[in-house]
């Protein structure tokens, strides 16, 4: 024998304000955490989507990005030859020498500006990434000042767009093309010709060799090939990890902030589900005593306001969620700390974060409604009875 | 205000009706009738006559939808909300079933409480609370709060707060209504001395006969109607 | 006298109620306060600087750096009082998570532009005649322990190898805003062992992070900046140059999206708190409606009722927020050990107080208008005959 579940409904249906309220406060609660946990995964899925397992980026040891590092083109040279490189069309080896370097470009909205990355790549640099591609425009000729601009780029800064001009390195570049990368970290760079690059910023040096493995596996042997070679004072790391690593700072401040909020602001969600669910037992005194009087156990009224308490916080979820849901539709551009440049990043909804932020509100409407249950289970058939 | 060749309440072809769930429920039908100034009237009927809607609107807690309400010759029908607040302050005193105190007011700050909308001093407030409370026998549960009397002394602490502030009219809804026959008595009897001893025009809706006889007229209400029975 | 009796009376009335209301708005008013706080420490560093300084850094980016030369033909610009530059080193202190900015600075002159970190003469000296020594702020000597003849390892990402530097002296900050999480060692040090280790190809020699130049009137600021852009126009290193001020906002703008993201979540919790309040309110209103009906109809018009529940709603935040603005300082105390150096400036301010006060006001008022408003609109007999 249990109190039938419209009846839980009924009591929710007329507190009318209350229920609002009370949901309302938890459906901001689940919005944070739901939020945060997206844009983490947002974050996540941009880096990874950006390295493939196939590929090796080379570094100079201890760099860490790549903006940081210096590799010779004698080096570069023995790199490239590893025998685990693969073989693309017309036997090329699929290697690229790249060269990395900042610059500060001014937003179309605002005065403001931030360090965009501009990659020299060669020939191949498009073959390994088959993730990037054109879709307005050409790419750049080899021996020319043209670049391509990733299209979140190209949107937000002024000179990035295509057919316009952007002034670096004593010469004048025109955007001939705008790539889409997918939602991976390419979108926010730059591309031009490696060598042109390296003739305006009078380098010498690349910042990176990146190359493809005709068969991953072998990763762990030339890692240990290249890292022992004492010419070379390189390391070698699966593009995948190395993106994961580069976002890591951001990444731990994301989810640390996120954490932090979502413990803070449940703690006054709680409050209010506790509040509500106090004041429905002590509406409803006579109400209990009546169901016992009737038959009704105390673990039926236990359950009965449990009940009640969860479904304010199923309905909190739900609305938390589906706000949460339209935050798909914005993007977050900011300076990734470790690679110093911007990074462009949505939020991603997926089903575990769906089903985390779901049992967190039930959680919350849980132990909200813990308390106040217990109240009314251990009230007396006569005390209860007489109040009024 | 002791001018008898006028009434004190004076209703002439009162009407009321409430809209409930979308519908119109008539209560009160073209009501015309008269109370002398320092009358003590029982009002009875079944449930749902209209009784007590009669005493709201005499009370100016309501407001009639056509018809002539004057009470003590001002026509309270047409009052502002703020006016009738203030109207009812200098006017009118309450009795309720249930004794509405203040639970969070002691005996002595509920019956001070209607004094507050007054100019007098505090000095002045406690020797009328504290003689008031004397005529109603709790000079010794001043300090009290409501949950610590019983209904009898709580319905006394109510009606000292009525005449504390020397009001026109007492009206009373059903006073002994949730008390013993022993409590329901001395009610009726400090009632009855306010009437006699202080001349207070007194309305009150009752469904005791008892209650109904100490007072000096009754008149009958059903759906909507006046009966006269004396 | 006697209204607020009555207020009081009635906020004690549901003594969990209001403890667990009360309760809430602490926890809100604290995470209110502290995520202002991180968004203030986000600005120190803009707000620590000085309005007769300018930043002159290379035009492309701070990636790239300006030649040392640069230096002499600066100091002859009239106007400019002193200059001296610094550059970013970039090195681990055993783990990448013990983050703090490295420069490497012009030792004679660098503390004569920044008179804001204080350092006793003799240890000033003492730093100046060792070619190994370095500088630490106070707090970042607290926090890893530093003491004056320590020997500090660094882990070069930008500039391989482990650098060690003996800390000859600790500097304090003129003000409270001023950042004493940084270390500075000769530049003299890092370009003389760059020079021998380096081929010469590499061009990372002789060459500075940004100069920092002191004028003597700030009105001349912008002409100044114009002058030194101007003389290094159309050369290699084309510079730019701005206010500190500018150049951090600058930093912060680049991370703007965390700040306004931070931002609106301080306002979110306020939303919650808000939606936790007016379930109070409206609660406490519902319930005591048959006794605003007994004042009313004793003669007390509307707004006394009104009065009523605002002053309940007013005690009730302003309690919460006193002992919640009270509690943000021991709570912003351990959140700065718990990060670091991460935030070299970190303090709530005057203004964050006044913002939570008033935050506190806002909600104590809006959560009252609604039950107040209804309280104050029911008829009196329907009030009386208990309708909720």
């Not at chain 1, 493809?212 to 004492?230: H, N, Y």
Request: charged share 20%; proline share 3%.
């Amino acid at each position: 024998m249990t109190i039938p579940f419209s009846y839980i409904i009924r009591n929710l249906v007329t507190r009318k304000v209350t229920t609002l309220l009370t949901a309302g406060g938890m459906a901001l609660v689940v919005f944070v955490f739901a939020t945060v946990l997206m844009l983490e995964e947002g974050l996540r899925k941009t880096l990874v989507e950006t390295g493939s397992p196939d590929n090796v980026v080379v570094t100079r040891r201890s760099a860490g990005t790549e903006i940081q590092s210096v590799i010779s083109r004698d080096q570069a040279a023995i790199v490239e030859n590893q025998p685990e490189v693969a073989y693309g069309a017309s036997n090329m080896r699929l290697t690229s020498k790249e060269t990395i370097v900042l610059i500060s470009l001014t937003r179309r909205d605002s005065d403001k500006s931030s360090n965009v990355l501009i990659r020299g790549v060669g020939q191949t640099g498009i073959l390994l990434r088959p993730q990037v591609k054109i879709i307005n425009g050409r790419m750049f000729r080899p021996g020319l000042s043209e670049i391509i601009a990733g299209k979140s780029i190209a949107d937000r800064y002024k000179g990035a767009g295509i057919g316009e001009k952007l002034r670096f390195g004593k010469r004048e570049w025109t955007v001939v093309g705008i790539f889409d990368a997918g939602k991976t970290g390419f979108d926010s760079e730059i591309w031009g010709d490696v060598d042109q690059l390296m003739q305006a910023f009078r380098r010498s040096v690349y910042s990176s060799v990146i190359l493809k493995m005709s068969d991953p596996a072998a990763f762990q042997k030339l890692k240990v090939r290249i890292e022992g070679d004492p010419r070379l004072t390189l390391e070698a790391k699966k593009e995948s990890v190395f993106y994961a690593e580069q976002s890591q700072l951001l990444s731990n401040f994301i989810r640390y902030l996120g954490v932090a909020l979502s413990s803070f602001f449940s703690v006054g969600a709680i409050i209010g589900a506790m509040i509500t669910m106090y004041a429905s037992v002590a509406n409803r005194i006579m109400e209990i005593g009546t169901l016992r009087a009737l038959g009704f156990r105390r673990k039926n009224n236990l359950s009965a306001f449990l009940t009640e308490s969860l479904i304010l916080g199923a309905a909190g979820g739900i609305v938390g969620l589906v706000l949460a849901s339209f935050m798909q539709f914005f993007t977050i551009s900011t300076m990734n700390w470790q690679s110093f440049s911007e990074l462009a990043f949505g939020f991603t909804l997926n089903l575990s974060i769906i089903i985390k932020s779901f049992v967190f509100a039930l959680i919350m409407g849980l132990i909200g409604g813990f308390l106040p249950a217990v109240q009314a289970a251990h009230l007396s058939i006569v005390d209860s009875l007489r109040a009024a | 205000m002791e001018n008898f060749s006028a009434p004190i309440v004076h209703i002439k072809n009162l009407t009321k009706s409430y809209r409930r769930g979308g519908q119109i429920v008539s209560v009160l039908t073209d009501i015309t009738f008269d109370i002398p100034s320092g009358e003590f009237i029982a009002l009875m009927g079944p449930s749902g006559s209209g009784k007590s809607t009669l005493l709201n609107l005499i009370a100016g807690i309501d407001k009639p939808d056509s018809g002539t309400l004057k009470v003590g010759g001002i026509d309270i029908a047409i009052l502002s909300e703020g006016d009738l607040a203030d109207w009812r302050a200098a006017n009118v005193g309450f009795i309720f079933q249930f004794y509405n105190l203040m639970p969070v007011l002691t005996a002595f700050e509920n019956v001070e409480l209607p004094l507050l909308l007054t100019q007098l001093s505090y000095k002045e407030r406690r020797e009328r609370v504290e003689l008031a409370l004397i005529m109603v026998g709790l000079s010794d549960r001043m300090e009290h709060y409501p949950s610590e009397l019983s209904g009898g002394q709580q319905q006394r602490v109510a009606i000292a707060r009525a005449f504390i502030t020397d009001p026109v009219i007492l009206v009373a809804d059903e006073p002994t209504g949730d008390l013993d026959r022993t409590s329901a008595g001395e009610i009726l009897a400090i009632l009855d001395r306010l009437n006699s001893e202080m001349e207070k025009t007194i309305i009150m809706v009752t469904h005791d006969p008892h209650a109904a006889k100490t007072a000096h007229l009754i008149r009958y209400l059903e759906k909507g109607q006046l009966d006269v029975a004396d | 006298m006697h209204f607020l009796k009555l207020i009081l009376r009635n906020t004690l009335r549901h003594k969990l109620r209001t403890g667990l209301t009360v309760l809430g708005i602490i926890v809100a008013i604290v995470a209110f306060g502290l995520l202002r706080t991180v968004v203030d420490a986000w600005y120190s560093g803009a707000e620590g600087s000085s309005e007769t300084r300018l930043v002159t850094r290379n035009a492309i980016s701070l990636v790239f750096h300006l030649p040392i030369k640069y230096q002499e033909r600066i100091r002859k610009i009239q106007g400019v009082m002193e200059i001296t530059h610094a550059s970013w080193f970039g090195g681990v202190y055993i783990s990448e998570k013990n983050f703090f900015p490295q420069f490497a600075i012009d030792a004679k002159t660098y503390f004569d532009v920044y008179s804001e970190y204080i350092i006793p003469p003799g240890d000033l000296t003492a730093f100046i005649i060792d070619r190994k020594g370095c500088v630490v702020g106070r707090k970042l000597a607290d926090v890893y322990g530093f003491k004056i003849g320590d020997t500090v390892p660094l882990r070069g990402t930008i500039y391989p190898g482990t650098w060690k530097f003996t800390v000859r002296a600790i500097y304090d900050g003129a003000e409270a805003k001023t950042d004493t999480s940084q270390f500075f060692f000769h530049w003299d040090y890092l370009n003389e062992t760059r020079k021998r280790v380096t081929a010469r190809t590499e061009r990372t020699t002789d060459w500075v992070g940004v100069y920092a130049i002191n004028i003597s009137e700030p009105s001349r600021a912008a002409e100044i900046s114009s002058e030194v852009d101007a003389m290094f126009g159309n050369s290699l290193a084309e510079t730019r140059t701005e206010t500190e001020k500018t150049f951090q906002l600058g930093f912060v703008s680049m991370t703007e999206a965390i700040v306004v993201a931070i931002r609106i979540v301080s306002y979110v919790v306020l939303l919650i708190i808000l939606a936790v309040m007016a379930n109070t309110m409206a609660m406490t209103a519902r319930e005591r409606t048959s006794e605003y009906a007994t004042l009313k109809a004793l003669g007390f018009n509307h707004r006394f009722i009104a009065g009523l529940i605002y002053g309940e709603s007013m005690i009730i935040a302003l309690v919460g927020a006193l002992i919640g603005i009270l509690l943000t300082f021991p709570v912003a105390n351990m959140f700065s050990e718990k990060v670091g150096t991460l935030f070299p400036v970190f303090g709530v301010s005057a203004e964050t107080i006044y913002m939570q006060a008033i935050a506190a006001l806002a909600v104590g008022i809006a959560a009252a208008v609604l039950p107040a408003f209804r309280s104050a609109q029911i008829s009196i007999a329907d009030g009386l005959r208990g309708i909720r």
